[in-house]
């Protein structure tokens, strides 16, 4: 399945290559409402909130009032995780507060699933160089992906594995990358980080991996 996303920063849709460069802007918010409102999930990211630096709430609770979204970006608490679902948001995106000193913060994960159930939680791995990196992906942590999502697998119904090296790049994913991790978990897993191609989305359809996509459709690279 492909999801669509919509990236958040000053108010504004933006698309960034590798979390750092803005490459495209828009404020025509309609216009992406109406082309993403057939599509049965759609990813919002609050950037500002994601890098500590602000906050696009009131754009957001707007945005899940006419799409059906998961929402992500400076979720890091249970109180934070529960205004995002109070929104509007079908499902939240929870990344950097799942990592505790240099851990993974299995305690934290259960307690959002006993407060939410699995079902409405998307666990966050997003990597570097084969590393998962937190806080608006600018920390580097020790922990591999498939560690981190045999801890958390008992907690979350959803992984989101954005592999940050290619993202917003439009030069495809490492699909064995993503293949490797879909044998290692039963859970739902969708992946994101440079999709740029129908041959792509539907190569993962057949590993049993969702899509993110947001540069490629932005640009116009891909129709849909």
Request: include cysteine; glycine fraction near 10%; proline fraction near 2%.
């Amino acid at each position: 399945m492909l999801i669509p996303s919509i990236d958040l920063m000053g108010g504004k849709i933006v698309q960034l290559v590798q979390g750092e460069t803005k490459a495209l802007e828009f404020d025509d918010f309609a216009t992406w409402v109406e082309r993403f409102s057939r599509y049965p999930l759609v990813q919002l990211v609050d950037l500002d909130a994601a890098m500590g630096t602000g906050s696009n709430r009131q754009l957001i609770a707007e945005f899940c009032r006419k799409l059906a979204c998961q929402v992500g970006g400076g979720i890091r608490s249970a109180v934070e995780a529960g205004k995002m679902l109070d929104c509007g948001a079908k499902k939240v995106i929870v990344g950097s507060a799942l990592i505790k000193d240099g851990a993974v913060d299995a305690v934290f994960a259960k307690d959002l699933s006993d407060q939410f159930g699995n079902e409405r939680l998307v666990f966050a791995i997003d990597t570097r160089r084969g590393r998962v990196a937190i806080h608006g992906w600018k920390t580097l942590t020790d922990i591999v992906p498939a560690d981190m999502m045999l801890q958390l697998e008992p907690f979350c119904w959803t992984f989101l594995y954005t592999h940050i090296d290619t993202e917003g790049l439009m030069q495809g994913i490492r699909l064995e990358t993503v293949r490797q991790l879909r044998q290692m978990t039963s859970r739902r897993l969708i992946a994101a980080g440079g999709i740029s191609s129908i041959a792509e989305i539907d190569e993962l359809d057949r590993m049993g991996v969702d899509a993110v996509v947001g540069m490629a459709i932005y640009s116009g690279l891909l129709q849909v």
